[in-house]
């Protein structure tokens, strides 16, 4: 009777020293075997460093991000420096009325901030210069405008990393600028102009993403 109980309460010790031993050695991620048989790092080491990984997957799963040593102000236009330069022309004939078109754009973005922890947050200063030419003609009359919008942005941002791969930047902007403006008409005996400067501002926000 004795011996049976022995072999019954040796049992669950043996199955449970393979789980004991793996809870003594914690998360060894990041720590390589040769590093550990150099005695580069020490037990010590070791413990805080599995205990700093474990810290910053909890911290990330509570903020719903994943941690990643990719630079995440990289993935899209916004957190970067760039200067942004287009054109586009249309002509357009209709019912005896023609109109040419033209468009262009010189656009800078400037990073202002952007947080050296990494978090993803971050402001740009966007200034989109933009000149468009209109020439409308008809039988009877000929007008010519030409305008040009000088506004200023700024746009905060926060970058969230679905995947290594897959990043979304959420931003808010707001800016404030002026536009010129000039219209010269032509008629039968008579010409005639008239230009003015207004003001102009904008509120909006979007999603920025990149693959």
């Known amino acids: 009777m004795k011996k049976y109980l022995i072999l019954v309460l040796a049992i669950p010790a043996f199955l449970s020293l393979p789980y004991a031993r793996q809870a003594d050695r914690g998360s060894l991620e990041g720590v390589s075997a040769a590093d550990i048989r150099s005695g580069d790092v020490s ?83 966007y200034v989109p210069l933009e000149y468009t030419y209109a020439d409308i003609s008809s039988g009877y009359s000929n007008e010519e405008i030409n305008m040009f919008t000088f506004p200023a942005y700024v746009r905060p941002y926060y970058a969230v990393e679905i995947s290594p791969d897959f990043i979304v930047k959420p931003f808010v902007q707001a800016g404030v600028g002026g536009r010129y403006s000039r219209m010269d008409v032509s008629v039968p005996n008579m010409d005639a102009w008239m230009d003015g400067v207004a003001f102009t501002w904008a509120v909006g926000g979007g999603v920025d993403s990149a693959l």
């Open 43 to 125: 037990t010590k080491e070791v413990l805080e460093k599995s205990k700093r990984i474990e810290q910053e997957r909890a911290e990330a799963k509570a903020s719903g991000r994943t941690p990643s040593k990719r630079n995440i102000g990289n993935f899209s236009s916004l957190g970067v420096n760039y200067v942004q330069v287009g054109a586009a022309a249309d002509f357009l004939t209709s019912s005896g009325v023609t109109k040419t078109g033209v468009d262009a754009r010189l656009g800078f973005n400037v990073n202002l901030y952007k947080d050296a922890g990494n978090s993803g947050f971050g402001v740009d200063l």
